[in-house]
């Protein structure tokens, strides 16, 4: 875990706050089989959490779309009945964020999905190993140093994240002098996704992570 500490500009680095690589999304009749695949994913390295481990209540729905948001990618459970509405509106929104999607399914004569979600690759519980490798692989790793350079350029576009998500003009600034200065080429779905994760972690100050400022005071 990384300490909360300032790197040399200025940053406030992370504080313990967990975040997500996978969430994976389920019926409730599933709830068994996502908890074990959760399990599986933790004992190789990816910090998972299941639609069900989510907070309960009113809290439930930021909870999800917080978590979905910063993740790396998003593993569904499907039984041959398909997904339920919630699980669609899941794999939607991660589609609109180009982020990956694996499926696993409960029963291997399911073969086919809707049309609305072909080009998932679909996977037997027993091949959950090649779909932890397969997340691993999507993701560009960020280095401390990048994330540094990540948040010392989101500070100089003066944005809050969530006027990132809603402004692509200001997304591409964001993508363009990242990748100059790194000499990486990231795309703005994985930075915009990485600045959640690091809002949560405490990397970014309240000033950046909100867009508000402390009002001036008028001289006398």
Sequence with gaps: MWASSQDAFGVTMPNHSKTYDVLITHSANDSALATELAKTCRANGLEAITDSELLPGDEASEALWEALAESRALLAVLSPSGPTPSMAIEIGAAQAWNKPIFAIVTELSYTRLPPALSGIALYPP???????QAVK?????LSDEDRSVLAKVFAEIGVSVDQLALEPTHLQRLVKQFNTRTHKNVPGERLL???????????LSRRQATGRSKPHRSSA
Excluded: H
Excluded at 126 to 132: S, Y
Excluded at 137 to 141: A, I
């Design 126 to 132: 027993g091949r959950i190993d090649d779909v932890i």
């Design 137 to 141: 692989l999507s993701g560009q790793q």
């Design 193 to 203: 996704s990485e600045l959640l994760r690091m809002r949560k972690q405490g990397w």
